[in-house]
């Protein structure tokens, strides 16, 4: 009798294991989702905007931020002497985020001729913002600027293109970054470089503007062989304006 009691026990006590191990098994896995600083300061950015506060947005790049036209009807900046076009994108991207109600202050950080190389040095002391528009790689392939250096390879791009995102999004900036256009007539040579702007926006989770697919529209848009009409620069504001709209 005593070993028939036991054997209840036992079995009771198998059967109680069976089922905690089978509720343990079939509990709901929760998942944790760990953001990106990207992610944690576009978050940090739309918090100021859901709260109506000021925003400040800085337009880094080359003589397409800048918005060169010659001859321009805008006087030069940032200490350049080309002129500039009646709209710039960074300009426009100001008048299209306060039409949507975002208190925006877009700053123009565009210097015609400019490489990566030169980008990293000429905003190094340049004030912290809450977003930073990156636009490189035109120079960086063709050289430009005259630069006695030279074009920069693709490892160099890469590099150089990589400390100014990083430096951006230590500072607390939601990173966004331009793919050039074409040149017109096309030089393929450009591919390459977005394709390493392809790479360093997948690494740091970049929202990447391909200003070739959302701007151009023809051989219209072009000013001349590398710069684009007031109107494209304006249509390129506009477009970028519905990335920092809403998340």
């Not at 500039?84 to 100001?94: D, E, G, T, V």
């Not at 951006?168 to 050039?180: F, H, K, Y």
């Not at 470089?193 to 391909?210: C, E, H, M, Q, S």
């Not at 697919?213 to 007031?230: M, N, R």
Request: proline share 5%.
């Amino acid at each position: 009798m005593f070993l028939s009691f036991s054997k209840k026990i036992i079995t009771g006590l198998f059967i109680l294991t069976a089922i905690f191990s089978s509720c343990k098994k079939s509990r709901p896995v929760v998942a944790t989702t760990i953001l990106t600083l990207n992610e944690k300061n576009k978050a940090a950015y739309f918090t100021k905007v859901s709260a109506h506060g000021s925003v400040k947005i800085g337009c880094e790049g080359t003589s397409l931020t800048y918005g060169q036209n010659v001859p321009g009807v805008n006087p030069p900046i940032n200490g350049a002497s080309q002129q500039r076009a009646l709209y710039q994108y960074p300009s426009s991207l100001q008048i299209a985020l306060i039409a949507y109600g975002i208190n925006a202050n877009v700053i123009n950080r565009g210097f015609p001729g400019d490489r990566t190389t030169e980008g990293i040095s000429r905003w190094k002391d340049s004030t912290v913002a809450d977003v930073v528009i990156i636009e490189y790689g035109t120079n960086d392939c063709f050289n430009f600027g005259g630069y006695s250096t030279g074009i920069l390879s693709i490892p160099a791009f890469t590099d150089s293109l990589t400390e100014i995102v990083k430096r951006r999004l230590d500072q607390g900036a939601w990173v966004i970054i331009n793919s050039p256009p074409d040149l017109n007539p096309v030089d393929t040579a450009i591919n390459k470089y977005r394709t390493a702007i392809g790479k360093v926006a997948t690494t740091f989770n970049l929202p990447v503007f391909d200003v070739q697919k959302s701007v151009i529209q023809s051989s219209a848009d072009y000013f001349d062989g590398v710069h684009l009409t007031a109107t494209a620069y304006q249509r390129w504001g506009n477009n970028i304006a519905t990335i920092l709209e809403k998340p």
